[in-house]
């Protein structure tokens, strides 16, 4: 087995812009693994949020490249490195060796039935209420639109988007962006806009003061869910979480969350870092039969891998084999 990690950076089709800051590019880290006739990849996005860096996700998955070349299995991935950007892409590569190898799609080495395409959302990034507005206009013939809020101004800004895409689904993903005052200040004007879901409007941490404030409108949580360990947690405060494979530290652990979440009566949301199909890709087989499908990351790229996801229209369609899984 040869093991090999790498950057890239993929620029972003204009700009991109949350409650914590602007970006042009979109960096990622990929792990290649081959023995010699199949190659299995998979990619990554370090985020600052989490205290993850390029160069400290690289180092991580370098240390364990010896390990990879004599066998390391996913099994004992899971116990070697924490949930984050660097097991995700080494489990999302042994998952796509696995594959590769054995001739079986991704589906038949999870036990799941074949995936079928997903009506996708498209992001919106933080921007003045009028810009907000002229781009919810380009895009109000999508089925779901998903905004990006900063704190101050955000009801002009979904009012603007509304008036734009008046037919659209609309979720917002506050990126813990509120205090309990403007929660309380915008939610029931949201409501009356017809917000559908609002992603985690307050710092993870804030799960017992979320759980006393009113929920007219169902709750995401993001930074408060990554995996496992950190479900018990947001029960009684969200009624939905966003599984990400950078978050749960690759496909092995959203499954097992995805599972243990629906058996806990949460709703899932499947997500995903600004990054390109192959990132993409494992999420999409989290992606089957959940409530909302918010994988539009090379939608927002300026360029995405040749073999990338096709979206039809609002339909992101299953990917090939060649891509990924």
């Not at 039935?113 to 990034?125: F, R, W």
């Not at 918010?294 to 039809?312: N, V």
Request: with cysteine.
């Amino acid at each position: 087995m040869q093991a090999r990690v790498f950057e890239e950076s993929w620029p972003i089709a204009g700009r991109f812009v949350i409650s914590r800051g602007a970006r042009t590019e979109a960096r990622v880290v990929v792990v290649e693994l081959t023995d010699g006739a199949a190659v299995g990849r998979g990619e990554c996005v370090p985020y600052a949020r989490y205290g993850e860096t390029v160069e400290g996700v690289m180092a991580e998955i370098a240390e364990l490249l010896p390990a990879l070349e004599q066998g390391l299995s996913r099994q004992a991935l899971q116990q070697r490195l924490p949930a984050g950007a660097a097991r995700n892409a080494i489990d999302c590569a042994l998952w796509d060796l696995e594959c590769k190898q054995s001739g079986q799609r991704i589906w038949q080495r999870t036990g799941l039935s074949a995936p079928a395409p997903q009506v996708c959302a498209y992001t919106l990034s933080v921007d003045t209420p009028e810009a907000m507005e002229a781009v919810a206009r380009q895009h109000a013939w999508r089925p779901l639109l998903k905004l990006k809020l900063a704190g101050a101004g955000d009801l002009a800004r979904v009012a603007a988007v509304r008036r734009g895409a008046p037919e659209a689904r609309i979720i917002v993903d506050a990126n813990e962006g509120w205090d309990e005052v403007l929660y309380r200040e915008l939610v029931p004007e949201l409501a009356t806009l017809g917000v559908a879901m609002i992603e985690q409007p307050l710092p993870a941490g804030q799960e017992a003061l979320l759980a006393t404030l009113p929920r007219p409108i169902p709750l995401c949580a993001d930074e408060s869910c990554h995996d496992r360990s950190s479900l018990p947690a947001v029960l009684g405060s969200y009624d939905l979480i966003n599984i990400k494979t950078d978050k749960t530290g690759g496909l092995t652990e959203a499954l097992a969350l995805k599972a243990e979440a629906e058996a806990a009566g949460l709703g899932i949301m499947v997500g995903c870092m600004l990054a390109t199909s192959l990132a993409m890709a494992p999420a999409f087989v989290l992606a089957q039969g959940v409530r909302v499908v918010d994988l539009d990351g090379p939608l927002l790229l300026a360029t995405d891998r040749p073999d990338g996801f096709a979206y039809d229209g609002a339909l992101m369609q299953p990917c090939e084999a060649a891509l990924w899984g």
